[in-house]
């Protein structure tokens, strides 16, 4: 039995290997195409084959629940199509062990999975942004620039145009406000580097607006105390849904002791801590077509269905998702309702099957 479920996990492992590999090389190409539209100063043809291959890792995370669906669909249907499945459940192999020898693969996606979501994309998208940023910036001493972020910590909002992982901050504009929403100062650094437990603002230029008037003053380095330390502005400038967990995490509890909405961030964190469970619930369903409606059609027809539900099921996250926000229900139940659906539909077309 351990040699027939090496041999099934064999064939599934491979036909998933092979989707996932197809599957992201266009998506990185198509994504290299648009870069080449925003090329300016010196971002050019080096830098965007740079950032193009740095997002591959968050390509690969992203696409996984929807090639292990595909790739069951092709690898199953392989063996249906040369009646292997056939001889197997002829010989007595139930329904349960050939699920349980297509999970087993499907595991080890999961780890891999797992372990680029939480410890290789996060990096890579932080580097491939923040060298996008600095390199379409110019000389990076404008005091606004297309690329940046926004953040507001109590009564002040911060601008910053690029964010390095290793602590250094390109162009950080500055603004604090009373509680009347008047603007008490406005500030702009063209660098701040971190040390120890504080910022380190660099060329700054202050302006001070007191009783009708501007006072500017300009300072060759200024210290600068925030609670936005390193680590957590590792996490602001990288995109919810490219985050690790144990970061959205954080900074979940970060904005909530700030009084911000975090919503947008729990709803990633959801997704995230969820998606073990999304493909093992599109694997279901994957098999369960392979012993139902789809066992004996042709593989492009497979294929085909496969692609149509990958979609609905993403498509019904991306609208449920942002509902929760707006109509205030848990990103859990937004995030689970797909996934029950699809064990659902799943498990009754196995129970049909066997």
């Known amino acids: 039995m351990r040699l027939l479920d090496r041999y099934i996990g064999r064939h599934v492992l491979g036909a998933v290997l092979v989707v996932l590999l197809i599957i992201v ?52 249907g392989a063996l249906a199509s040369n009646s292997e499945l ?16 297509v999970l087993k693969p499907t595991l080890l996606l999961i780890c891999v999975g797992l372990a680029i979501g939480e410890y290789v994309a996060p990096l890579t998208e932080q580097l491939a942004d923040s060298g996008r940023a600095i390199a379409r910036s110019g000389d ?3 005091s606004f620039s297309q690329q940046g972020l926004w953040h507001r910590e109590g009564d002040e909002f911060m601008r910053f145009n690029a964010v390095e ?15 009347q929403r008047e603007l008490l100062e406005s500030s702009f650094a063209e660098q701040a580097i971190y040390q120890g437990d504080h910022w380190v603002l660099q ?31 590792n996490v602001v400038v990288v995109k919810p849904d490219d ?30 801590v969820m ?56 990103p859990l139940f937004a995030i689970l309702a797909p996934i029950v659906i699809c064990i659902v539909i799943g498990s009754a077309l196995l129970r049909r099957a066997g």
């Open 203 to 233: 060329n700054l230029t202050l302006n001070k607006f007191e009783d009708g008037q501007i006072t500017t003053v300009t300072l060759p380095r200024l210290e600068w105390k925030t609670s936005l330390s390193r680590e957590l502005l």
């Open 275 to 330: 998606q073990p469970l999304a493909v093992i619930a599109l694997v279901l369903i994957g098999i369960s077509f392979i012993f139902g409606p789809l066992r004996t059609v042709t593989m492009g027809l497979r294929v085909f269905t496969g692609v149509v539900v990958g979609l609905m099921f993403s498509i019904l996250q991306d609208l449920l998702g942002p509902s929760s926000l707006v109509f205030g229900f848990h």
């Open 243 to 272: 985050l690790a967990i144990q970061g959205l995490h954080t900074y979940v509890a970060y904005l909530k002791a700030q009084g911000l909405n975090a919503g947008e961030y729990e709803l990633a964190f959801w997704r995230k």
């Open 140 to 142: 990076g001493k404008q």
């Open 86 to 101: 056939a001889v197997m459940r002829a010989a007595g192999v139930s329904l349960t062990r050939i699920l349980f020898a």
């Open 25 to 76: 090389a266009l998506d990185t190409l198509f994504g290299f195409v648009a870069q080449l539209e925003s090329m300016r100063a010196n971002y050019q043809m080096a830098e965007v084959l740079e950032y193009t291959l740095l997002t591959i890792p968050k390509r690969i995370y992203q696409f996984i629940p929807f090639s292990a669906m595909i790739g069951c669909l092709v690898g199953l």
């Open 165 to 179: 992982p290793n602590g250094k901050l390109h162009g950080v504009t500055r603004m604090k406000f009373n509680k």
